[in-house]
C-alpha cells in the first residue's frame, strides 16, 4: 500500500481554488516561509531551466500513481524590471495560457477566486508548449494562483508570489519514457 503525502489510505489532498489562494496563499505571502505544509512545496527554480517531467521527478510526482499534482509556491518573473508581462519559460519551452471565449469574464483574462463575496485571487491555466521533446508538448498542465491584492506587509513580492498545480494532461498519452532529457540534449 502505498502512501499519498503521508495521508491513510483512501485519503487525498484535493484542495479547492479558494482553500488554495483563501489559506494556503495567503498564510504564504503574509508569514513568508514561516508557513511551512508538507502539501505545498518551495520550488524558487518553477519557471526556468527544468522541464516540467524534470520538476515532477524531483519533487516525487512519480514515486506513485496515486499523485495526480503537485503543488508548489514559487514567484512570477518578469522579462525586465519594467515590463508588463511576466516570463512563463519552463525548460526549452513555454507555458502557454489555455482560454477559450467562455472562460474570459468582464476584465478579459482572468478567472477570479471568490472568498465571502470578495475577489481575494486569480487563477490561470496552462499547458505546456514549444519544448524540445515533441511528446511531451501538451502533455503537461499548470494552473497557477495569485493573490488579488496585496497583504497587509503591502509588499510587490505578494503579487509575484503564485501558488502553481502541475499535473500531467490526462487527454495526452503519456510517453513511456518520462526521461526525455536525452531526446533534448540530441536536438541541441
Known amino acids: 500500500m502505498s502512501m499519498y503525502y503521508g495521508l491513510r489510505v483512501g485519503m487525498r489532498f484535493h484542495p479547492t481554488d479558494k482553500e ?3 489559506h494556503y496563499l495567503l ?9 511551512q505544509t508538507k502539501f505545498v512545496s ?18 516525487g510526482g512519480n514515486k506513485s500513481d496515486d499523485v495526480e499534482a503537485l503543488y508548489f509556491y514559487t514567484h512570477r518573473k518578469k522579462f525586465n524590471p519594467t515590463a508588463k508581462c511576466f516570463d512563463l519559460k ?8 489555455q ?22 485571487g486569480i ?5 505546456y508548449e514549444d519544448g524540445c521533446d515533441p511528446h511531451q508538448n501538451g502533455a503537461w498542465l499548470m494552473r497557477e494562483y495569485q493573490m488579488k491584492t496585496t497583504t ?3 509588499d510587490a513580492t505578494d503579487q ?11 487527454e495526452k498519452v503519456q510517453p513511456t519514457n518520462n526521461n526525455s532529457n536525452s531526446y533534448c540534449e540530441e536536438e541541441r
Do not use: M
Not at 498564510?27 to 508557513?35: E, H, I, K, L, S
Not at 509575484?160 to 490526462?170: F, M, S, T, Y
Open 152 to 154: 497587509h506587509n503591502n
Open 123 to 127: 487563477r490561470r491555466d496552462y499547458q
Open 90 to 97: 519552463v525548460g526549452s519551452g513555454t507555458w502557454r495560457e
Open 99 to 120: 482560454r477559450s471565449e467562455d472562460d474570459v469574464d468582464e476584465e478579459g483574462s482572468e478567472d477570479a477566486v471568490d472568498k465571502d463575496g470578495s475577489v481575494i
Open 160 to 170: 509575484k508570489l503564485v501558488l502553481c498545480v502541475l499535473g500531467k494532461n490526462p
Open 20 to 22: 488554495l489562494v483563501g
Open 42 to 59: 518551495g520550488c524558487p527554480g518553477f519557471y526556468g531551466q527544468n522541464e516540467p517531467w524534470v520538476i515532477w521527478d524531483q519533487y
Open 27 to 35: 498564510n504564504r505571502a503574509v508569514t513568508g516561509d514561516q508557513f
